[in-house]
């Protein structure tokens, strides 16, 4: 029955979470970053100065849908939809 949570503890308290829920948390987190066009892609990244370029490996800008829709090297089969 367990088999698919695990025990988080810390000094006061001690969470029974379900890693199903995680996964699908995660899954949720991620897709706002595509659908809200912000997360580690290279035009966010130099835009929070974490870098001094925006460019993809493939070198065309690196945005959000760039990743899903048009980069040929990562590009998703049918975009987000
Ligand atoms: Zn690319």
Same mark, same amino acid.
């Given at each position: ?11 006061? *308290?001690?969470?029974?979470? @379900? ?13 706002? #970053?595509? %659908? =809200? ?13 974490? *870098?001094?370029?925006?460019? @993809? ?13 048009? #980069?040929? %090297? =990562? ?7």
């Amino acid at each position: 029955m367990y088999q698919h949570f695990f025990i988080l503890r810390n000094a006061t *308290t001690r969470f029974m979470i @379900c890693l199903l829920c995680i996964h699908v948390v995660l899954v949720y987190c991620l897709l706002n #970053c595509f %659908l =809200t066009e912000q997360g580690h892609c290279g035009a966010c990244r130099r835009k929070w100065r974490l *870098t001094d370029t925006d460019l @993809c490996p493939c070198g065309e800008t690196q945005t959000m849908s760039h990743i899903v829709e048009s #980069c040929p %090297l =990562t590009k998703l089969n049918g975009g987000l939809s």
